[in-house]
């Protein structure tokens, strides 16, 4: 993606965002460049077009545009902008760590989640996990609104750009042994993990775990200060997302402080 974005506090308490683009081979003409939103399925909006000026950043040649007081993408509202004469969109999105729990929009989010074989358009407010993602799956899950978790046991770096190029991926979970440098390609708007077995350490680079049931019923604790993601597996198929919310909600009353952990993920069971 050629689009790099930077959320910052105005001059005032407003909240503007920074976006460069960077040429590439098959770059767009930047004498007309602009990006244009917000744009939304799910609303109203008034869109406007931000004209790029030339600059440099990090010693690159790159165009700049600010948004003042920009549209957030929000599961409930998915404002995205796009850039003129491209497919390429963007959506700004606000998901951070704060100690060990997950906010967004200054509000905690103990993230449901489960594997589901399509996206979840009811009022489960389940979040879907998947194992891989398309261009084409990311800018339709942007656009409509569907936060994506990609769990991925053999990351690429094709599938980390195409995960940090969408606002609906939320978080990627990386295997515990995983190259150091693949986790550097990920954006920084992008929170990354990793599931933890029996003895394994919290890798330096991870943001937060995912711990099994299994292993949290033994007393584990984490060696630092990090969001905690309780796991637990079981039959998912024939479920509809209503009812995997449900199934969460009985996970965390199951867990001793259920509440306190930042996620409650549904997993398939494994074979074997």
Same mark, same amino acid.
């Given at each position: 993606m050629s689009l790099h974005v930077m959320l910052r506090q105005g001059r005032t308490s407003s909240l503007e965002a920074d976006v460069w683009y960077f040429p590439l081979g098959n770059s767009v003409d930047t004498k007309t460049l602009s990006l244009s939103g917000p744009f939304s399925k799910r609303g109203r909006t008034l869109p406007a077009t931000f004209r790029f000026q030339?600059?440099?950043?990090a010693g690159r040649e790159a165009w700049k545009t600010t948004i003042p007081e920009p549209s957030l993408w929000t599961p409930e509202s998915p404002a995205y902008y796009q850039l003129s004469n491209s497919d390429e969109l963007i959506g700004l999105r606000d998901l951070r760590i704060r100690g060990d729990s997950f906010y967004t929009a200054d509000r905690r989010w103990l993230i449901r989640a489960a594997q589901l074989s399509t996206d979840s358009h009811s009022t489960s407010n389940l979040v879907r996990i998947d194992s891989f993602l398309t261009k084409e799956a990311a800018i339709t899950a942007t656009q409509d609104g569907? @936060?994506?978790?990609?769990?991925?046991?053999? @990351?690429t770096p094709e599938l980390i750009a195409t995960a940090s190029e969408s606002a609906a &991926?939320?978080?990627l979970i990386l295997p515990f042994d995983c190259r150091e440098d693949l986790g550097k390609l &990920?954006?920084?708007h992008v929170l990354i993990g990793t599931h933890l077995e029996a003895g394994q350490p919290i890798p330096a680079w991870a943001q937060f775990v995912s711990v099994s049931e299994n292993l949290l019923n033994t007393a584990w604790k984490p060696e630092r200060k990090? @969001?905690?993601v309780a796991t637990r597996r079981g039959e998912l198929e024939n479920h509809t997302p209503d009812e995997l919310r449900q199934m969460c909600d009985q996970f965390q009353a199951d867990l001793d402080h259920g509440a306190d952990y930042a996620g409650l993920w549904l997993l398939p069971k494994t074979s074997g």
């Open positions: 030339r600059t440099e950043l569907c @936060p994506r978790i990609i769990h991925s046991e053999s @990351p &991926v939320l978080m &990920v954006h920084s990090i @969001p905690v």
